[in-house]
């Protein structure tokens, strides 16, 4: 299992806005380079991309939750 950690402290979003479908949900493989969420800092949206592929992603944030750098953002297997 591996983890995908907060790049920064700020607002995790897991879609680009409240209209559209998230980037990933929970259960979906991801492949490294995949946006999996975004961090919103002051205004400004962050990506937050998977460094790894990996199968059967479960967020540990939910949508609009206030993370800190370094805080898990979701598990991968």
Known sequence: MAQILSPLPGTFYR???????PFKA?????????????????????EVK???SGKNIRFAADNEDPVMAGAPLADID
Request: overall charge negative.
């Open 26 to 46: 929970d259960g979906d493989d991801v492949t490294a380079g995949d946006v999996i969420g975004l961090i919103e800092v002051m205004k400004s949206f962050h």
């Open 15 to 21: 879609s680009s806005s409240p209209d559209t479908p």
């Open 50 to 52: 998977a460094e790894i």
